[in-house]
Each structure stands twice: as structure tokens, then as C-alpha cells.
């Protein structure tokens, strides 16, 4: 997806040409002033989604005079002379931690159904129109579950916004623990100081501001995140690609259906929906030490100790993030900057590598609040972005096989540094997408400790030197000890995961390799340079422990049912409905009626798994041509084997995982629970290209007891107010 570094001015200018005439494609598609059906009928898409080959709108073809070798895509992202590693990476921005006394209007168990007067430039809507202020769906259904058991102890307000410059800064550490950068210094929405701001309606991050944002959540502490929607209400305004609706996804939290950002519950400009995150551990309702008499299940109490609490403790969770998911238009939107992270503490993982009482692990973090330190503890956020020949972010939806960028940023900064003492860090490393795989090396080839995968610790900490391949929406947390430097040295993040589309990794490249520079992909190579620039003040008494949380034991818990599903290309669609149905060349198939492989509904129930079982899934990939990181919302999974086999099954996944990378032609099988919470989920791709594409399933779990009695009623979002709908059932749910 990118030009030879060596094109001439000719090609380069006949391809931006190209780009410009596309994007008034993929913007009229982006705003629905045009359907996928309309691009196939005139012939500018095939039937598979691509566009076609022509000149003039694919920068892909020359016209007969243009010169050099057969090109590899677009333009490149022009660098305005900026070189890599030359500004510092900008820690995560943190939300405040507020009380829900903020709260105006106070939160509500259903939701809020006040009427205001709506905007009549929101598509659908006439002067004089009413809307709800809120825009969760109403009634008992999307009530928040067990609301007056777990009330709100800590709120966090965010918007969404375009791009405007952040005076509140907040990284949560001193600056000579974020690389020197002074927290009163304003920061604009661009990608590095000598490239250009972003315009408003460019970027759409929460707040409006960078550097994205961190959530600091405690087991045991409910919260209520108000998310309030300050997009255009003019669905044009969006600077040619992402769509103003939006749905925020807690990837991948315990609780309700109604806080999971279901695709088909979104939410309009000048509206907010409420989101209840409880914060529990899995299995509080399911007989697991439901009185609270396990210290392993606790979480700390803000004075140096511990308070217990009722679930597993086999099932704590420590690192999340939340985005968008707006159906056909998640990839857009998380591009353009809908996305945040969350870390979660426990006293397993209590952010306190001081506290020594026989259940913090006491992993890298700092010492002087009682949970939640930061100055060893770093998010990173991995995203490859493209920008246009006048700096501003660029998307092309026309490239059903996945975006690739040509510049990768690290928190949403381009090729950073970050300076370290020389003691052990632990980094939250989360690939952001759209489509791109990572697979990390240090530069010079030395080891790092993996102690988690996706939400969750592992069962043992696992030694390597280069990390397996990173998917999309995958998280891994690792450990670095740079005491093994002296003062003044520089190593860096490499990626050796090669590209040559965005379906899969053409090839894991040598360190060496990836290194020389001759790779094709812009984003193979370094990526992130740490500067070894001191002793640490105090004597590093973290530890990386050889036993971390160890998987729950369901040898007693018996398989209620085996499904299978496959993931693959051709699609059919057999509703027309306008609003549910996606068209797209990427689909799922259920294997165990032997269904076809059918294109994303969310008015379709696919399974509908029962209350307080556990199921084992199946998940195929249905060619070798391409991979897909499978993401199953809500419950967490083993994999049982790989391919036939527990052997193939790396001990860096044998942990509880919410992804599932396929592996071309490859078959996992895990198995879950379903316990404690109700309502409709799903299960995608989180290549979100395939996901808006549209591979995508609905699953519910709906036995449960009233309101939830199966199937349930989809919601349809409108400005003035959400109906429902009857869903149509697969006949394997």
C-alpha cells in the first residue's frame, strides 16, 4: 500500500491524483450518501470489494506514460523532513477519578429518556424533532445489571471529539519519567512537532486531545464512564472518512450486555450513554468463593492492604483498553483515534512493587500510592497511520484485505525515544490496528520476559527474544531489565512481522533482516528507542516471580456444547434489512449445522449459549491466503489446542486469552464459561477492515430469567429514540 521509495515525481503525482479521486468515493461511502450496492452496480468495486483496477482511481495503475517499475501503492506519507527518534514518547494522558456526585443528570438504572430538541442537521431529523438525552437503548433489557448491588464509586467523563490542543496533561509520573516532557506545555493533535497539526475533524480522540488516554480502575471499585458524543452533528464533516455514530466497547470487561458497546447500539452527537463497569471477578454469582473468604481474590484498600472479594481469583484481569465499534465503520473510527486504555489492579496486580504480603506479585510498577503506580509501568499503544501530501491522516476503505500505514507511531507519536533507568520496566504493549501484525525483537537480540497476554497474567512467565506475532486488539505485557546496560546506550523496539497487503504477514523477517533497511514495508524495522540515561534513584526490588495467576481448574465442569465456526471469504447475506445487514466479501459460517458463510447481521442471533455452562468453540480459518485475530466479547477462553494439538500451542498462549489469532489455514479449539451477566455480545474478526467487512456474528446468552428471555428484541438506533425490532434466529443457536 505504498509507492517505491525511488518513484519518480511523475508516478507520485499521477497516484496522489488517484488518492484525491477515491477519496471522494470513500467519502460519500463514509457519510452513506452511497451504499456498497451502488459501487458493485457501477462497477468501481468487484464483487469481493476491491476497487476496481483504473486508471485514475487506483493508484495501483499507470497510465501509459508514466514511468518506473510496476508500483506497490500510494504515495508515502511525506516526512517534512522529520527524522525517527527525535521527540520523546508522551506517557498516557490519565483520566480524572471523580466522584459520580459530578454526575449531571445523575445516572440511572434504565436509561435516561429526558427529551431535548435535536439538531437538525443529524441525518433523519426536522426542525422541531425530540430526542432522549441518552442513548442507550430504553427499558429493562439495557438497564444496567445489578446497578443498586455495584452503585457507582468512581466516574470518569470523556467526549469525543475533533482535534484541539491539550493544556491538562496528566501522565500520572514526574516528567523525568516521561522522557523530559513538561505537563503544563500545551500539546496539539499532530504526530510529531515538524508535522503538521491535525485539522479538527481529521482526528477524533477521546477529549478531543493526545496523547490517548489511560483509565485506572481497582477490583471491587463500580464505575460509571459517561461518554458524551461531541462529533459534527453534520454527518459530511468528517474530513473524508469515519462516521459520527459511535458504540464504546470495554474490550474485554466482565459485566453487562448493555456496557459492551453492542455494534447495533450507538449513539448520536449531542447525546451520552452511560456505561457500568463493575468491576468484579468472574464466578461471584457462580458459586466460586461467593462470601469473600479467599485473600487471593482482593483487591487493595488504599492503606498498604488488602480487601477480599467474592469470585475467582484464577480470573483476575489487568490490562483493557476501550474503542469504538460502530457497525461497518469500527475501523474508521478507531483510526481516526476512538481508542483508550485501561488498567485494572488487584492485590495480585496491585501497581505497589514494595508491598510484600504474600499475594502482590510485586511486578514493576513504583512505590509511593498504594496501587496504580506508573513510573515503571508504561502503556504503549502500536498504530500504523498514512497521511495525505498536506500532513493530514489518511484512510482508504477500498482495500477489503486490511489498511496498512507507512509511518508507525507509539502512542500516537511517529518513531519516539523513551528514556529508562537501568532497572526492569513492565510495558502494556496493545496493537491498535487496523490491520497490521507486529512481531517484536530488541535490537540487540537480547531477552524479554512475557508475564501476560491480552486482559490477563500468565500462568508462568515465559522467556523470549522475540515476541509471537502481535494481532490486532492483542495485548501482551513484557518486562525489560535494562540493568544490563550502561548509562548512554540505545536499543530499540524492532518489528519483524514483513507485509505485502493486509491480510496476513507475507514473512517474519530475521533481526538481522529487519534491520538492514531493504525490506519493502515501511513498517518493518525500528519503531521505538529507549535511552538508557540513569541509575534509578532507589534500589529496584520489583520481581517477575516464575508463577503468576495460574488458569481456573474446570476438569469439574462439564462441556454443554461444541460449536464450530469458520471464518472465511464469499459471503452471502440473506436479509435485506437496511439497517442490520452489512454486504461484504468476509463472513462466518456455523459448521455445526453446515450453514453458509454468511455476511455480518446484527439482527441475526448465531448462538445463544446457556447461563452458568461451559461450551467448547471451534474456530476455523477457512483459507491459507489470509489470518484473522478472532475476538470473542465478554468471556474470557483457553485453547485447548492448535491445530489438533495442545503442543502447538505456545506456553506464551496458554493463558486466558480474548483473541484468538487463527494462523493461516489454522484451527484453534478453546473453551469458555458463561456466567453472571446477560444480554447480546459478539464475535469478530478484530482485523477491523474484515470485522466492518463483514465478518462479524451476534451471540447471546438470554435464559437467564426475566428480562432476559431469548431471543432478544434488536435495538435500532434513531436521533429520536431507539426502537426494536424481532432478530432472526440461526437455526444452530
Not at 187 to 196: A, E, S, T
Not at 335 to 350: P, T, W
Not at 476 to 493: A, E, L, N, P
Not at 537 to 559: R, T
Amino acid at each position: 500500500m505504498w509507492l517505491p521509495t525511488k518513484a519518480s515525481k511523475l508516478r507520485i503525482r499521477e497516484a496522489e491524483n488517484a488518492r484525491r479521486n477515491r477519496q471522494e468515493i470513500i467519502k460519500a461511502r463514509s457519510i452513506g450518501q452511497i451504499s456498497r450496492r451502488d459501487l458493485l452496480k457501477w462497477g468501481l468495486i468487484t464483487g469481493t470489494g476491491a476497487l476496481m483496477w483504473k486508471q485514475g482511481l487506483n493508484a495501483f495503475v499507470r497510465s501509459a506514460y508514466a514511468d518506473g517499475s510496476i508500483p506497490t501503492g500510494f504515495p508515502r506519507s511525506p516526512l517534512f523532513g522529520v527524522l525517527p527518534f527525535t521527540q520523546p514518547m508522551p506517557r498516557f494522558d490519565l483520566l480524572p477519578r471523580q466522584s459520580p456526585a459530578v454526575l449531571n443528570p445523575a445516572p440511572t438504572k434504565e436509561a435516561n429518556t429526558t427529551l431535548q430538541l435535536l439538531d437538525p442537521q443529524l441525518e433523519g431529523v426536522v426542525a422541531g424533532d425530540r430526542g432522549p438525552i441518552e442513548g442507550r437503548p430504553p427499558g429493562p433489557i439495557w438497564a444496567h445489571q445489578r446497578f443498586e448491588q455495584f452503585p457507582p464509586q468512581i466516574a470518569f467523563l470523556v467526549t469525543q471529539e475533533g482535534a484541539k490542543t491539550n493544556t491538562v496533561y496528566n501522565p500520572g509520573v514526574a516528567p523525568e519519567h516521561n522522557s523530559g516532557i513538561n505537563p503544563a506545555t500545551p500539546i496539539p493533535v499532530r504526530f510529531h512537532p515538524g508535522l503538521p497539526t491535525q485539522n479538527v475533524n481529521s482526528v477524533w480522540t477521546f477529549n478531543g486531545t493526545v496523547p490517548p488516554k489511560l483509565a485506572i480502575n481497582r477490583y471491587g471499585e463500580p464505575v460509571l464512564l459517561r461518554h458524551r458524543n461531541k462529533l459534527p452533528a453534520d454527518i459530511r464533516q468528517n474530513n473524508g472518512f469515519g462516521r459520527h455514530t459511535i458504540t464504546t466497547h470495554e474490550h474485554n470487561g466482565h459485566h453487562g450486555a448493555e456496557n459492551d458497546g453492542f455494534t447495533g447500539a450507538w449513539f448520536f452527537p449531542n447525546q451520552f450513554y452511560d456505561y457500568h463497569w463493575p468491576w468484579v471477578l468472574a464466578g461471584l454469582f457462580s458459586g466460586i468463593n461467593e462470601t469473600a473468604t479467599d485473600i487471593m481474590a482482593s483487591t487493595p484498600n488504599g492503606s498498604g492492604g488488602l480487601t477480599k472479594i467474592p469470585g475467582d481469583w484464577h480470573e483476575t484481569m489487568s490490562t483493557h483498553w476501550f474503542h469504538d465499534h460502530m457497525f461497518e465503520h469500527t475501523a474508521e473510527n478507531t483510526y481516526k483515534g476512538n481508542v483508550a486504555m485501561s488498567n485494572i489492579y488487584s492485590g495480585l496486580d496491585r501497581g505497589n512493587e514494595t508491598i510484600n504480603d504474600g499475594v502482590n506479585l510485586r511486578l514493576p510498577s513504583g512505590r509511593l500510592k498504594d496501587f496504580g503506580n506508573l513510573e515503571y509501568d508504561v502503556n504503549l499503544i502500536l498504530a500504523d497511520k498514512a497521511w495525505d501530501q498536506d500532513g493530514q491522516l489518511h484512510f482508504d476503505i477500498f482495500d477489503r484485505d486490511g489498511f496498512l500505514g507507512d509511518a508507525i507511531t507509539v502512542n500516537l507519536a511517529y518513531k519516539p525515544f523513551f528514556n529508562v533507568e537501568r532497572r526492569k520496566y513492565r510495558f502494556r504493549i496493545l496493537n491498535a490496528g487496523p490491520s497490521r501484525f507486529y512481531k517484536i525483537a530488541l535490537s540487540d537480540g537480547s531477552a524479554m520476559i512475557q508475564i501476560g497476554n491480552d486482559g490477563n497474567l500468565l500462568p508462568r512467565k515465559v522467556i523470549l527474544t522475540q515476541l509471537d506475532e502481535l494481532g490486532v486488539a492483542e495485548r501482551y505485557d513484557i518486562v525489560i531489565d535494562f540493568s544490563r546496560y550502561s548509562i548512554g546506550t540505545k536499543v530499540h523496539m524492532v518489528n519483524l512481522a514483513e507485509h505485502e497487503d493486509g491480510r496476513l504477514v507475507a514473512d517474519d523477517l530475521s533481526l538481522a533482516e529487519a534491520l538492514s533497511g531493504n525490506s519493502s514495508d515501511p513498517g518493518v524495522g525500528r519503531f521505538l528507542e529507549f535511552r538508557v540515561v540513569r541509575n534509578p534513584a532507589q534500589p529496584d526490588v520489583s520481581q517477575v516471580p516464575d508463577v503468576l495467576i495460574p488458569n481456573p481448574n474446570l476438569a469439574n465442569v462439564p462441556v454443554a456444547r461444541t460449536r464450530e465456526f469458520e471464518f472465511g471469504r464469499g459471503a452471502d447475506q440473506p436479509s435485506n434489512d437496511p439497517v442490520t445487514a452489512s454486504v461484504g466479501e468476509w463472513g462466518i459460517r456455523d459448521r455445526t449445522g453446515q450453514d453458509d458463510m454468511l455476511a455480518a447481521d446484527f439482527g441475526r442471533v448465531s448462538a445463544q449459549p446457556g447461563s452458568r455452562t461451559r461450551e467448547v468453540w471451534i474456530l476455523r480459518n477457512g483459507g491459507g491466503g489470509w489470518d484473522h485475530p478472532i475476538h470473542i466479547h465478554f468471556e474470557e477462553g483457553q485453547i485447548l489446542s492448535r491445530d489438533g494439538s495442545l503442543n502447538n500451542v505456545p506456553q506464551a498462549e496458554r493463558g486466558r486469552k480474548d483473541v484468538y489469532r487463527l494462523r493461516p489455514g489454522g484451527e484453534l479449539r478453546i473453551t469458555m464459561q458463561f456466567r453472571d451477566w446477560q444480554g447480546m455480545f459478539m464475535q469478530h474478526c478484530h482485523n477491523t477492515v474484515h470485522e466492518d467487512h463483514a465478518m462479524l456474528m451476534r451471540w447471546e446468552i438470554n435464559n437467564g430469567g426475566a428480562p432476559f428471555l431469548r431471543p432478544l428484541p434488536t435495538p435500532i438506533p434513531r436521533p429520536q429514540g431507539v426502537i426494536f425490532q424481532a432478530p432472526t434466529v440461526g437455526r444452530n443457536a
